[in-house]
């Protein structure tokens, strides 16, 4: 049971450069999220979403788009790449809004 | 707002000593609160929440709406305990949009 995948595990982009952060899930979670963790700061929410074709912003929201086409799926998609988004990125999912939430690795994002 | 505050960000103490984590929050509704923990080199995973009122691995956290607190507790530290300890708070039906503290560092010697 792989639980919360994330790829890559490690990323460089040079700014101003797309890229898109894989998230699965093989639980049949409804409730998945998007998280960065920055030092000092803790992990806050970026987006999330309820369930196929459902998404909502979380605390931080601003330079990263997300969709949900399919249950299992939760990309991150950064448009245009900024050194401010440097960050370890984690996904998370959940089988409902009350049940414990599953977390990725974490993806580390370096943006030069 | 809701936010989660844990003063400190390292914890030491020795083998055998009783551990008391800090968590204090702000929210205006009903809290769900919760403790996890991210042993090195592993991913982050829940330790425990407060409505289960459970004791997992030794720790216990009661919740105290009064002074709006979830300290984690564990009477006799053990070094496998040595890892890092976010608090987070969630509403009901939100265990997945959780708001985190900025984390503990416990280290257990010898």
């Known amino acids: 049971n792989a639980g919360v995948t994330q790829t890559p595990k490690f990323q460089v982009l040079k700014t101003g450069q797309s890229m898109t952060l894989q998230c699965a899930q093989d639980?049949?979670?409804?409730?998945m999220s998007w998280y960065r963790q920055d030092p000092g700061m803790g992990l806050r929410l970026i987006h999330y979403?309820?369930?196929?074709?459902?998404?909502d912003q979380g605390e931080v929201p601003n330079g990263y788009n997300v969709s949900r086409s399919t249950t299992e799926d939760f990309p991150l998609r950064l448009l245009s790449a900024a050194p401010s988004q440097t960050s370890v990125y984690f996904c998370?999912?959940?089988?409902?809004?009350?049940?414990?939430?599953?977390f990725g690795q974490g993806t580390r994002l370096t943006v030069v | 707002a809701q936010r989660v505050t844990q003063p400190e960000k390292l914890l030491s103490v020795f083998k055998g000593a009783p551990v008391e984590l800090k968590c204090n929050y702000s929210?205006?509704?009903?809290?769900?609160l919760f403790w996890y923990v991210q042993y090195s080199r592993q991913r982050l995973q829940l330790l425990l929440r407060?409505?289960s009122r459970e004791s997992i691995k030794g720790f216990t956290a009661d919740l105290n709406k009064g002074e709006t607190s979830f300290h984690l507790k564990k009477p006799f530290a053990q070094e496998e305990d040595s890892a890092m300890y976010y608090c987070?708070?969630?509403?009901?039906?939100?265990?997945?949009?959780?708001?985190f503290g900025t984390g503990t560092r416990l280290q257990v010697t010898l």
């Open positions: 998370a999912s959940s089988l409902t809004g009350d049940t414990e939430a599953f």
């Open positions: 639980m049949n979670h409804e409730y």
């Open positions: 979403s309820v369930g196929a074709g459902i998404t």
């Open positions: 929210y205006s509704g009903s809290p769900e």
């Open positions: 407060h409505i």
């Open positions: 987070a708070l969630g509403n009901t039906g939100t265990a997945s949009k959780l708001t």
